[in-house]
């Protein structure tokens, strides 16, 4: 019933899995922390115990639901030599899209269940949304790290709600990934260290997004041409080749965005991103972050 409740909502899928402290995850993150591979983003190393474990963000916790949810455009940036925004941030902010069908899924289970306790989480709590999201069958870890789906590639967000009342569980799927080393090889920054290991403070959405200050200039001429972002490890990966063009309106860009060209985006002002950008998740670099990384890109 909730899981076509959540067809209904648009997600792709839905699964469920039993809440619990993440036993395999757990020495994973401790040894990647250890690595600084969460470089500059100090938000990671808080709240171990809560990210390992659901009970510690839900009293009572019981099932962690997972949902999927599409971002995967019909069209992108036309002109090839302009520089390139990721394309989960072609459109509206995906948090508050997503909590909004949270909402609707939790008062549907309200509806039909009754009293419920529980929260939705959007990535921004910690939770380890994959970990998650492949522990309910939703698809495996690749090799970059990210959740991949055999029909659907990985062109999706991860979301979930977290409940105190026992559910019917999923089981995991097998890895699909085989041989193929196509995203390691890709990666501009050589940021995939080793098969499922992403050295974060290497990745272009990194530097992009999160790195405040100047950019090294040892990067300089790796990024690729990203100005917000990174789609590399996602672009080369074979079952992309499934991803289908989502049906969320929400998700579309901007009327102007994917025409611009590469001095459009050289001579931007501050008028045109507030324009461009309402309401989207690249207001988090400010436009005074997104210029200095077009100009990173220009230098």
């Not at 041409?225 to 490890?233: L, T």
């Amino acid at each position: 019933m909730i899981k076509a409740e959540a067809k209904r909502l648009g997600f792709l899928s839905c699964g469920i899995s039993r809440a619990g402290f993440l036993e395999d995850e757990a020495p994973r993150l401790e040894n990647w922390l250890n690595r600084n591979h969460h470089g500059e983003m100090g938000y990671m190393a808080n709240h171990f115990d809560k990210r390992l474990d659901p009970t510690k963000l839900v009293d009572g916790a019981k099932s962690v639901i997972s949902v999927l949810l599409n971002y995967y455009p019909e069209q992108i940036q036309i002109d090839n030599k302009a520089p390139k925004i990721s394309k989960y941030a072609y459109g509206s902010d995906y948090h508050f899209v997503i909590k909004d069908k949270l909402k609707l899924l939790m008062q549907f289970i309200y509806d039909e269940i009754g009293e419920v306790g529980g929260r939705a989480f959007v990535d921004s709590a910690p939770v380890l949304d994959k970990a998650w999201a492949a522990k309910s069958g939703l698809g495996w870890i690749g090799k970059n790290s990210n959740l991949l789906t055999q029909k659907l590639g990985s062109f999706y967000f991860i979301a979930e709600l977290i409940l105190d009342i026992d559910l019917e569980y999923d089981t995991p799927t097998t890895d699909h990934c085989g041989n193929c080393t196509a995203c390691l090889d890709a990666c501009p920054t050589e940021a995939i260290v080793a098969p499922f290991v992403v050295d974060g403070s290497k990745c272009i959405s990194y530097f992009t997004i999160e790195l405040k200050e100047n950019l090294p200039d040892t990067m300089k001429g790796k990024f690729d041409d990203w100005m917000f972002g990174c789609d590399v490890c996602q672009d080369v990966c074979p079952w992309n080749k499934f991803s289908k063009p989502h049906q969320e309106p929400l998700f579309d860009p901007h009327a102007d965005l994917l025409s611009m060209t590469k001095s459009d985006w050289e001579e931007l002002t501050e008028e045109v991103f507030n324009n461009l950008f309402h309401n989207s998740a690249v207001q988090r670099t400010k436009f005074v972050g997104l210029q200095r990384n077009i100009n990173f890109l220009k230098e």
